[in-house]
Structures are given as structure tokens and as C-alpha cells.
């Protein structure tokens, strides 16, 4: 018996489709991890400091450029997740593409280069035998993830961006 398969046409839209749904999750999990290390950064300045070394911390933030940098990196933190959601939303059809792909990108560009030197220092501290993973700590990984979802989210959005806007702007 012959069973008759469905249409190209349908195939593709189910393909555009998972692909657009798996997009607005990229999104979605970037917005969250930008959400969630800025509280880190606001919790950190205001003076608590969970899954750090507290004495360390309070040591480093009580030099002023180091506070002063913690703040920076929260606020950009909050300014990232409309920047991660923008491409996924209704409302960011309002906001020019060339702003929040210039801020995208700058973002997954620093984050990336955050990721990849600390694999080249964890790589050296190996090569020279001084490699702990107790020394390696939960934000690496987090790095790693951000950098991963921010640079994927950015890619896969930049395809959906070009399809909303008709370049006007």
C-alpha cells in the first residue's frame, strides 16, 4: 500500500517554523542568563557575596575601579536582555535592527573573548601542571554558556531581523 507523503510546501513551513521556535528559545535563554548575572553584579556591589570568597571579594570590591566595574558589567547585564529579546518580541519591530545587532554583537564578541581566555589559561596551568578545578569555580562554565547562547541568539536572529524589516530604517 502507497502512502502518500505531505507536500513540500508543508515540510518547509514545519522547518521554518522549528527553526523560528528554536530561535525565540535562544532568545529567551540569553535574556535570562544576562537577567540573572546582573543580579549577581547588583548583589555583589551592594556588598553580599554569594558564590564568591567573601573575603576576597570584599578585598577587590573595596578598591574603587573594581566596584566601579562591577557596576558597569550589571548595567550592561540589563541593558542585554532587551538587546537578547528585542528580535523575538512584537515591540522590538520598533526598535532599529542596526542598534541592537551593533550591541549584540559587541556583547557575544566580549563574552566570547572572555570564554576563550580563560580556556587558554586553564590550558596553560595545565600544560604547566598548576591546574585545579577548585580554582576554576561555577563562573567559567557560566561564561561559557553566555557566551554560547548570546553568540548563537545573535546568529539565528539575524536571519529572522532581515525578514521583519524591509531596511527602512
Given amino acids: 500500500?502507497?502512502?502518500?507523503?505531505?507536500?513540500?510546501?508543508s515540510w518547509l513551513a514545519a522547518?521554518?517554523?522549528?527553526?523560528?521556535?528554536s530561535g525565540r528559545w535562544?532568545?529567551?535563554?540569553a535574556a535570562l542568563w544576562?537577567?540573572?548575572?546582573?543580579?549577581?553584579?547588583?548583589?555583589?556591589?551592594?556588598?553580599?557575596?554569594?558564590?564568591?570568597?567573601a573575603e576576597g571579594a570584599r578585598a577587590a570590591f573595596a578598591t574603587p575601579w573594581k566596584w566601579t566595574f562591577d557596576v558597569v558589567v550589571a548595567a550592561?547585564?540589563?541593558i542585554a536582555v532587551p538587546v537578547a529579546l528585542a528580535p523575538v518580541m512584537s515591540w522590538g519591530r520598533h526598535v532599529p535592527p542596526r542598534l541592537i545587532f551593533t550591541l549584540a554583537?559587541?556583547?557575544?564578541?566580549?563574552l566570547t573573548v572572555r570564554a576563550v581566555a580563560s580556556v587558554v589559561q586553564i590550558g596553560y596551568f595545565?600544560?604547566?601542571g598548576r591546574f585545579r578545578l577548585a580554582n576554576v569555580g561555577i563562573w567559567e562554565p557560566w561564561f561559557y554558556l553566555g557566551a554560547v547562547l548570546f553568540g548563537l541568539s545573535t546568529w539565528r536572529s539575524?536571519?529572522?531581523w532581515s525578514q521583519r524589516h524591509d531596511g527602512s530604517r
Fill in 158 to 160: 539575524r536571519r529572522d
Fill in 126 to 128: 595545565v600544560a604547566t
Fill in 15 to 21: 522547518a521554518e517554523q522549528a527553526r523560528q521556535h
Fill in 105 to 110: 554583537t559587541v556583547g557575544s564578541a566580549l
Fill in 76 to 78: 550592561m547585564c540589563v
Fill in 34 to 53: 544576562a537577567a540573572v548575572f546582573a543580579v549577581f553584579h547588583i548583589i555583589w556591589a551592594a556588598g553580599w557575596y554569594p558564590l564568591l570568597d
Fill in 26 to 29: 535562544l532568545a529567551y535563554a
Fill in 1 to 9: 500500500m502507497l502512502t502518500s507523503s505531505p507536500p513540500r510546501s
